[in-house]
């Protein structure tokens, strides 16, 4: 390792992002990316005119932004923060809820990034096993003195947890911060979102990389308290202050304002959802049961690394991790129905050369 890097630097534990190729073209189901282009509305909203504009620093309290935001969940602007995507909201949350004294707690299996922030905040992290199914036990939290991260739907599994066992760790310490990651909560699970209203404890945080078709747009937010909220700024305007562009401002506030968009593109995700599951069990894979925009299956007939690198070979990117109890699985990215359907098909020439 490097000489130049501080003690700090070399106990960080990087998270490996899905492979974005350049050089060939791959249908690319890795990253959970949407198949679809933004909204129009979005495309509208980023005019020459203020392209011209970026000479000028953005607005760093977000303030249309935030406003689109709160609006459309029923809040107020001070129960709102925006960041350059939601893994920036979620560094502003571990490092605001959690350090000396403050621990963390987090699944054993779910979004490998709470793994490297809590080696980048220098936190001890207490990772609490999934259920053999892969289900969450909630009672499994609920006397952590501490703060908790649930990935709501859960990724790689794309299972959810009831809003009813939120509300049980919310209400059982209201000292402790309850942080819900719902990067996937539009394709199926309930959402969080209204229970800002009553409890101070709770933190949601949500994308429009998946559901709004912003991933390259970079574009997240959290909900809670004024309280929370505060805090998240207290670290951003440590960190960050212009935290997300002139552009992506624009281009958040016009998609989450297009609601009809939003509704059709989620609806067609989940119909895709369904026809890809039942293809891949009537190949004989186990599914998971998804609330996501993905699914993660795995079959008996080929070990999960074996389909990763034979798909890939085929033209088809799927996302395979080499980690105890999931290695058996691939977790495939719902695309369009054209491209599931020629996923399908290279899963059936792949089993019948075997
Ligand atoms: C994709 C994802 C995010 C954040 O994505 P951004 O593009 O940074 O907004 C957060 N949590 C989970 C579980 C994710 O899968």
Known sequence: MSRFLSPEALRLDPYTPGEQP??????????????????PR???????TEAEKLYLYSDPTCAALNAAIAKRYGLDPGNVISGNGSDEILAFAFRAFCGEGKLVAFADITYGFYEAQAALF???AKRVPLREDFSLNVEDYLDFPGAVVIANPNAPTGMAVPVSDIRRLLERDPDRVVIVDEAYVDFGAE????????????LVT????????????????????AELIAGLNRVKYSFNPYNVNRLSLLAGAAAVEDEDYFQSCCRTIQKTRAWTTAALEKQGFTVLPSSANFVFAKSDRIPGGELYRKLKENGVLVRWFSKDRIRDFCRITI????????????????????
Not at 22 to 39: C, W
Not at 335 to 354: F, P, T, V, Y
């Open 122 to 124: 220098g936190l001890e």
């Open 206 to 225: 949500q994308t429009m990389s998946k559901s709004r078709s912003l991933a390259g747009g970079r574009v997240g937010f959290a909900l809670g308290s």
């Open 22 to 39: 350049r050089d060939q073209q791959y249908i690319k189901l890795n990253t959970n990316e949407s198949p679809f282009p933004p909204s």
């Open 335 to 354: 695309g369009s129905r054209e491209q599931m359907e020629a996923l399908a098909e290279q899963i059936d020439r792949l089993l019948a050369g075997r």
């Open 42 to 48: 979005v495309l509208e909203a980023l005019s020459r």
């Open 191 to 202: 959402s969080c979102a209204p229970l800002v209203r009553e409890y101070e404890n709770l």
